[in-house]
C-alpha cells in the first residue's frame, strides 16, 4: 500500500471515529434533554394558565382587538406545548421499580431524529412569548 493510501485511510477512520463519538455522546445525553425539556413544560404550562387566567380577567381593560390577538396567541403556544408534551410521552416508558415506585426510562432511538422536530418547535415557542410579552407590554402601557 503506496504512502496516500495509507493516509486517507487513516483520515477515513478518524472522520468515522468523530461520527461515532458524537453519535454516542447525543445518545448518552438523551435521558438529560428529554428530562430537561419535561420540566421546562410543567413550568411553561403552568405560566400559560397563569397568562390565560390574566387575559381573561383583565380582558375588559383591553381593546377588542388586543384581546383577539394575545387569545390566538395563546392557543398558538398552548399548541405548541400540546406537540413537544406529546413528543416527550412517546419517548417515555415507565417502568415499575418496586411496589410504590416506578422509573423512567427513554426510548434514545426514537429520540434522537425528533430532537430537530424539538428545536424547531422550541424556537416557534419562543417567537411567541416573545409576541405575547410585546402585546402584554401594549396592554399595560
Same mark, same amino acid.
Given at each position: 500500500?503506496? *504512502?496516500?493510501?495509507?493516509?486517507?485511510?487513516?483520515?477515513?477512520?478518524?472522520?468515522? &471515529?468523530?461520527?461515532?463519538?458524537?453519535?454516542?455522546?447525543?445518545?448518552?445525553?438523551? *435521558?438529560?434533554?428529554? &428530562?430537561?425539556?419535561?420540566?421546562?413544560?410543567?413550568?411553561? %404550562?403552568?405560566?400559560?394558565? =397563569?397568562?390565560?387566567?390574566?387575559?381573561?380577567? =383583565?380582558?375588559?381593560?383591553?381593546?377588542? @382587538?388586543?384581546?383577539?390577538?394575545?387569545?390566538?396567541?395563546? @392557543?398558538?403556544?398552548?399548541?405548541?406545548?400540546?406537540?413537544?408534551?406529546?413528543?416527550?410521552?412517546?419517548?417515555?416508558?415507565?417502568? *415499575?421499580?418496586?411496589? =410504590?415506585?416506578?422509573?423512567? %426510562?427513554?426510548?434514545?432511538?426514537?429520540?434522537?431524529?425528533?430532537?430537530?422536530?424539538?428545536?424547531?418547535?422550541?424556537?416557534?415557542?419562543?417567537?411567541?412569548?416573545?409576541?405575547?410579552?410585546?402585546?402584554?407590554?401594549?396592554?399595560?402601557?
Amino acid at each position: 500500500m503506496d *504512502p496516500l493510501s495509507v493516509f486517507a485511510s487513516a483520515i477515513a477512520i478518524t472522520q468515522a &471515529t468523530e461520527s461515532l463519538m458524537s453519535l454516542l455522546l447525543q445518545w448518552k445525553s438523551a *435521558p438529560d434533554e428529554v &428530562t430537561a425539556l419535561f420540566n421546562e413544560l410543567s413550568d411553561l %404550562k403552568i405560566a400559560l394558565h =397563569n397568562a390565560s387566567v390574566a387575559a381573561k380577567a =383583565n380582558h375588559h381593560l383591553m381593546s377588542k @382587538q388586543v384581546s383577539e390577538d394575545m387569545r390566538g396567541t395563546l @392557543q398558538r403556544i398552548e399548541n405548541k406545548v400540546e406537540e413537544l408534551d406529546a413528543i416527550v410521552q412517546s419517548v417515555i416508558i415507565r417502568v *415499575p421499580d418496586n411496589i =410504590n415506585w416506578e422509573r423512567t %426510562k427513554i426510548k434514545r432511538l426514537k429520540w434522537m431524529p425528533m430532537k430537530s422536530k424539538v428545536y424547531g418547535l422550541t424556537q416557534e415557542l419562543r417567537q411567541l412569548k416573545s409576541t405575547l410579552l410585546i402585546q402584554q407590554t401594549s396592554v399595560n402601557s
